[in-house]
């Protein structure tokens, strides 16, 4: 595991983050989406919100930490895909990514949240859980490269009043280390 580079910001997606994006994306997933999936979700969908954590640097000196898709659709926020790059894992970014997403869409008129997960993904599931996402139900062998079912899990009460008191149980749990589908759906 590297160590967290200190200068780290949540940001909006650009075109330019893409190649580092789709990186995280490959390391990521076994049932990975293709490239022009995320041009598609910057350029020509409505709905998708595209976030990444990364440093502050610009150019070759920019490293991309990690990157969310969330599909804004009426009062939900959809998590379509989700990672933290893997040499920065288990550094409190992707609970922060994930608040930070979260925030902007309730801002947007999300009131509730809602994914996909493996079943076996037990480290998604327990961060999940943290932001009081429940498992409401079960897709049968949803995956199509070993028929893993994915479970489907909501937020029933997503406001921005409970994201703060998610963000403060995390600081105060001292993971505060951090300076600042069929395809694998979130
Ligand atoms: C899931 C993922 C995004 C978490 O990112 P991360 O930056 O490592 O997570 P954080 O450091 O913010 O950890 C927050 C919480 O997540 C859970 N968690 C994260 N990694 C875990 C692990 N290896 N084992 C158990 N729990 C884990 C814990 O509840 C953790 O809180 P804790 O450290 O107080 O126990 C990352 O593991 C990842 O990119 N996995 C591969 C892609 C993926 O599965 N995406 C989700 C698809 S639905």
Redesign the pocket.
Known sequence: MNPIPEDFEMRPMTLDDLPQVYRIELD??TLPWPFNSYVYELTGSHVSRCFVAATKDTGDRKKIL?MIVIYLIEDEAH?A????H?D?????????LLLHSLRETCREGATHAM????AG????I??YK?FSFVQVGIRKNYYVDNHEDALLMDMNELTLDNLSAIEAR?LA?G?DQAGGGSH???
């Open positions: 990521s997933f990690g998590v895909t989700f990672a933290v893997k920065y894992r288990r550094n409190g970014i992707g609970w922060r994914l996909e997960v493996r993904n037990l480290s998604a327990d961060l943290k995390f749990s993971i694998d759906a979130c």
